[in-house]
């Protein structure tokens, strides 16, 4: 299995000529998409669904199918029985991938905004995408993506839940607001310049392609 990251929270993971994606928001170019048999949106924000981009994906390939939580599912109303909406428990099988869900609830951006639905996909029983939510899966994980920069979260927050999951590996993603200096003080914290996460940590480059055990 090999993962592409893309544009801040988006990645593919590739197996065998099949494609699976995973969030390709408005920060990621639209050729994430591109060979894509599968798509998995953990919910609806910007940065992680785009429904004119899905609409149009779904109607160039007629393969093509999405696996979302029921609010994203909604706002794709009308495209047909290849959108499926998953909760937290369900299991599925997209593009050849084992996929689990976790979760149900975006993380508190502030008590003030609501809150909405949000699901993380564990791929393969190995890698696991959280969208935007501290969510631990109660089985083990070798390869965690972590978001390490938005408006609902802070760094001790991050290391902490880094901790509680205690995969295998961390690669770094969310994280298109951060400049150069911001991303090499999240690397220092994550890695050994931190107080420790109890897993190696680093970033991965935009469409840098990382093999998978």
Do not use: C, Q
């Not at 609902?152 to 290391?159: C, G, N, P, Q, R």
């Not at 839940?161 to 991303?183: C, N, Q």
Request: charged share 25%; glycine share 12%.
């Amino acid at each position: 299995m090999e993962l592409t990251k893309f544009g801040h929270a988006s990645v593919a993971l590739e197996r065998d000529g099949r494609r699976l994606v995973v969030d390709p928001g408005g920060f990621t170019d639209a050729s994430a998409l591109d060979g894509a048999e599968a798509v998995l949106i953990t919910h609806e924000h910007l940065d992680h669904f785009v429904e004119d981009r899905i609409r149009a994906a779904l109607a160039d390939v007629p393969g093509l199918e999405v696996w979302t939580n029921p609010a994203v599912a909604a706002a794709l109303e009308g495209a047909g029985p290849r959108v499926h909406a998953v909760g937290h428990g369900d299991a599925f099988t997209a593009a050849g991938f084992d996929v689990k869900v976790f979760g149900e609830w975006h993380a508190v951006i502030h008590p003030d905004i609501p809150r909405i639905h949000n699901v993380g996909f564990l791929v393969d029983d190995a890698v696991f995408h959280p969208g935007d939510a501290f969510t631990t899966p109660e089985v083990p994980v070798d390869t965690l993506l972590v978001p390490v920069h938005a408006p609902w979260s802070k760094l001790a927050e991050v290391i902490d839940w880094i901790r509680e999951v205690k995969p295998g590996r961390a690669f770094g993603m969310h994280d298109v607001l951060l400049s150069e200096t911001g991303l090499g003080l999240v690397a220092r914290l994550l890695g050994e310049g931190g107080p420790g996460t109890g897993a190696p940590y680093r970033r991965i480059g935009v469409d840098e392609r990382v093999g998978l055990a």
